[in-house]
């Protein structure tokens, strides 16, 4: 992440901008909310690090939402990651009746729990600012910005007040060019004379597709790390998409190589000295 070139040159050199504060936060909140759902006591509903560590979250959430509009990303992935585990939990138990479906509420009843924590501690730092009528926006946000593709951003308030954010909603182009941008190829094939095609081998975007074929290949033959291929998955793919619409998302993806490299060159240096 350090030398995320899309990243670094929205955030130095006296941009004023705000991508430096959003990318702490948006990752603060992605992290508190792993360090949630790790802890989760399954045992018992009302334990404090069921209350506590949610809470944790929903406060990041908020302070996410009053610094920037486009906080709903980060519950678009909790929500989402919360949805398709309960769904998977379901479709691959092979009993589909109402007794099955209680067993499945029962296994998920403390990440549902953690997650009305996280969502009533957002609220608390969020409705007194912005009022009643936001308590649907963390839901309702992603839908309403589906038909907003190619409309240039304007900002309406006193201040900060860019005026149009031109910039932003540039295309991202495909995704080679996404994975290009993304992972500052483009910057390393001219300053190291090295061909684009062999620096794309080694890419974080290779590498990261490299992780999820090996979480994949973890998942079915041992039944490990589901967690974590689901939560990455839609975090890599929901930006995927996104930077290819405006690219600006390109820095929100760049946290997705960081942890996707990490885990196939991690693995990759326990399978080299065999200690898998």
Do not use: C
């Amino acid at each position: 992440m350090v030398f995320a070139i899309p990243f670094l040159s929205r955030s130095l050199g006296g941009d004023p901008d705000s991508d430096a504060i959003v990318m702490l936060l948006l990752l603060s909140s992605i992290a508190s909310f792993l360090i949630a759902y790790k802890n989760l006591n399954k045992g018992r509903l009302l334990a404090k690090k069921n209350i506590i560590f949610p809470a944790i979250t929903g406060i990041i959430l908020g302070l996410f939402a009053l610094t920037w509009v486009g906080y709903w990303f980060a519950f678009v992935i909790i929500i989402g990651f919360i949805v398709l585990k309960f769904l998977f939990d379901f479709v691959m138990t092979r009993k589909h009746d109402m007794g099955h479906l209680k067993a499945v509420w029962h296994n998920n009843r403390p990440l549902i729990f953690s997650f009305v924590v996280i969502i009533i501690a957002f609220y608390i730092i969020t409705l007194p600012v912005f009022g009643a009528k936001f308590a649907a926006n963390p839901f309702t946000a992603a839908f309403g910005s589906l038909g907003e593709t190619g409309k240039i951003k304007g900002e309406t308030e006193e201040f900060p007040n860019v005026f149009v954010s031109v910039a932003e909603m540039q295309s991202g182009g495909d995704i080679r060019d996404v994975a290009v941008r993304a992972g500052s190829l483009d910057i390393a094939s001219q300053t190291s004379g090295i061909s684009m095609a062999l620096l794309i081998l080694i890419s974080p975007f290779l590498l990261t597709i490299g992780a999820f074929i090996f979480l994949f290949y973890a998942y079915w033959k041992r039944r490990e790390h589901f967690d974590t291929l689901l939560f990455m998955l839609l975090w890599f793919i929901g930006f995927l998409v996104a930077s290819t619409v405006a690219v600006r998302f390109t820095i929100f993806i760049s946290p997705v190589y960081a942890i996707g490299s990490a885990i196939f060159l991690a693995k990759l240096w326990d399978v080299l000295v065999k200690k898998d």
